[in-house]
């Protein structure tokens, strides 16, 4: 089986597979330090009590956005799980073109929703990541990663509007009833939610506007991503785990060389 483990800025996501089937997910934050044995430990404990035998693993694949962890995880991997990881960097084959004026800017967490956007689009396709940050990446019809917006997440949003004002108090992010608030807490999430929706849908519309991609097909993920994807129709398809799918494709195209 494969380990797939995305490390995000909020979390550290993991799923695995067996072949082309996700056989489980599960999530640790990524703020708090841990040694190498911690992660060893926490991730064989994980898979152990969701039914998944350690020694099963024959093969591992990391993206990171965080640098600063990447010792201890991948040194908790080999002790723990006895696989050398394969970690998504430059000279990894992924099968998408980056065509940006900096290459070395995009993040592999973005690389690798471009690789799983791309597949299940099977051409041009817009792919949104309702994340730490909100990301919109355009991949060109022939697997070029022509452009990308970078915009504050929906709780990132929160989190500064409610530390910033003290009058405001930390609220659950969902959509409310009406967007005709009569109260704080659903004005917030009124602001919050339906503001991120109208981003979203300008974003879209004036990327596919200025590439010429009209027809590209929009993919989103992300945990609050489900909320905006059922409230706008410029989002074609919402697939949670579309960055583990990504690190699965990755991992096949580099299996020789693992």
């Not at 006895?82 to 940006?100: D, E, M, Y």
């Not at 530390?163 to 602001?191: D, F, V, W, Y």
Request: charged residues 20%; negative net charge.
């Amino acid at each position: 089986m494969l380990l797939t483990i995305d490390v995000g800025n909020t979390n550290v996501t993991m799923g695995v597979f067996e072949g082309d089937v996700l056989r489980g997910t599960f999530r640790m934050t990524t703020k708090q330090p841990r040694t190498s044995d911690e992660y060893g430990f926490q991730i064989c404990g994980i898979l152990e009590h969701r039914g998944i035998k350690a020694e099963g693993i024959h093969a591992v694949i990391v993206a990171s956005v965080v640098p600063d962890i990447m010792h201890s995880l991948s040194s908790g991997i080999i002790k723990y799980l006895n696989v050398r990881p394969l970690v998504v960097s430059a000279g990894v084959k992924t099968g998408i073109r980056i065509v940006t004026e900096n290459p070395k800017e995009i993040g592999p967490d973005r690389i690798v929703d471009a690789v799983a956007g791309y597949e299940l689009a099977k051409g041009a396709a817009i792919v949104v990541d309702f994340g730490t940050a909100t990301t919109y990446d355009l991949i060109g019809p022939n697997g070029t990663f022509e452009a990308g917006v970078t915009a504050p997440g929906i709780e990132t949003a929160g989190r500064s509007l409610w530390g910033g004002a003290a009058m405001l108090p930390a609220i659950e992010i969902r959509k409310p009833s009406s967007i005709l608030a009569k109260e704080t807490i659903s004005s917030m999430q009124a602001g919050l939610v339906y503001g991120a929706i109208g981003q979203t849908e300008y974003i879209v519309r004036r990327m596919k506007e200025e590439s010429g991609h009209e027809n590209a097909k929009v993919v989103a993920t992300g945990g609050l991503g489900r909320i905006i994807a059922e409230e706008t129709d410029v989002i074609d398809v919402y697939d949670p785990d579309l960055t583990l799918t990504g690190l699965r494709l990755i991992y096949e195209k580099n299996r020789k060389r693992v």
